[in-house]
Nanobody, 127 residues
Framework: QVQLVESGGGLVQAGGSLRLSCAVS????????MGWFRQAPGKERDFVAA????????LYADSVKGRFTISRENAKNTIYLQMNNLKPEDTAVYYC????????????????????WGQGTQVTVSS
């Protein structure tokens, strides 16, 4: 089991940028498919972005495509989510998730597919 700690959240004006980080400990991040999800008050946890452990597989939710970029530095056991042109509707708690996989290019996109989660980091975008 890995432990995940998110950081980088905060308050930003619409149109601004933030970079979230997810530090992975307990095991090497190699062989883990990773994902970012978000949850607004009173709503379900939604998929944002996913990356395979090779880095070759990447997928985004339509709502963030072209604005957000997911990346990983396996040597640093860290996953990133660069968020540009932020909108008020991006306001949510953002969670990092991990799931071990044999397949280097495998992606996970559903909450139920991930076994490890971080505690979340708040992102608030003001209009």
């Amino acid at each position: 089991q890995v432990q995940l700690v998110e950081s980088g959240g905060g308050l930003v004006q619409a149109g601004g940028s933030l970079r979230l980080s997810c530090a992975v400990s307990g095991r090497t991040v190699n062989n883990y498919a990773m994902g970012w999800f978000r949850q607004a008050p009173g709503k379900e946890r939604d998929f944002v972005a996913a990356i395979s452990w090779s880095g070759r597989g990447i997928l985004y939710a339509d709502s963030v495509k072209g604005r957000f970029t997911i990346s990983r530095e396996n040597a640093k056991n860290t996953i990133y989510l660069q968020m540009n042109n932020l909108k008020p509707e991006d306001t949510a708690v953002y969670y990092c998730a991990a799931e071990w996989t044999y397949d280097s290019d495998s992606l996970r996109v559903r909450v139920a597919q991930f076994g490890s989660w971080g505690q979340g980091t708040q992102v608030t975008v003001s209009s």
